[in-house]
């Protein structure tokens, strides 16, 4: 399997991980030094941890659950042994407050490990345009 390939197996199990709720799984794929910026939070989450204490209070105060994420209009990049993944994801959420799907584009920035996997060292989501 050649690194592009690597690279997107990484992916489709952060993906599959998300879309099915295993949030061991999800956060296992980011390293611990991982850093977010999400266009629906005021702050930069500064690693995997910080990451994690704001996902588990998304899931106590509105009783969040991922219902299906798709990705779509996928690339990978290559610069200096960092792999640049994007792509376009429609994730249907639950909520208290009901259903809902959000159209956004994601950039995931992936670097291997002493072990050799990719982990994901830094995401970047913002809405899609229609």
């Given at each position: 399997?050649?690194?592009?390939?690597?690279?997107?197996?990484?992916?489709?199990?952060?993906?599959?991980?998300?879309?099915?709720?295993?949030?061991?799984?999800?956060?296992?794929?980011?390293?611990?030094?991982?850093s977010?910026?999400?266009?629906?939070?005021?702050?930069?989450?500064?690693?995997?941890?910080?990451?994690?204490?704001?996902?588990?209070?998304?899931?106590?105060?509105?009783?969040?659950?991922?219902?299906?994420?798709?990705?779509?209009?996928?690339?990978?990049?290559?610069?200096?042994?960092?792999?640049?993944?994007m792509?376009?994801?429609?994730?249907?959420?639950?909520?208290?407050?009901?259903?809902?799907?959000?159209?956004?584009?994601?950039?995931?920035?992936?670097r291997?490990?002493?072990?050799?996997?990719?982990?994901?060292?830094?995401?970047?989501?913002?809405?899609?345009?229609?």
């Amino acid at each position: 399997m050649d690194a592009t390939q690597q690279v997107l197996a990484a992916a489709d199990a952060l993906v599959a991980a998300f879309a099915s709720n295993d949030v061991d799984a999800y956060f296992g794929a980011f390293a611990p030094e991982a850093s977010f910026i999400f266009h629906a939070s005021p702050v930069r989450l500064m690693s995997r941890d910080a990451y994690r204490a704001e996902w588990d209070g998304w899931v106590a105060d509105s009783d969040l659950r991922v219902l299906d994420c798709v990705s779509s209009n996928r690339a990978v990049q290559f610069v200096d042994g960092i792999a640049l993944f994007m792509h376009d994801v429609n994730t249907t959420i639950a909520t208290r407050d009901g259903e809902a799907t959000l159209a956004e584009r994601e950039t995931i920035v992936f670097r291997q490990d002493e072990s050799g996997r990719w982990l994901a060292w830094h995401e970047h989501l913002s809405p899609r345009a229609a």
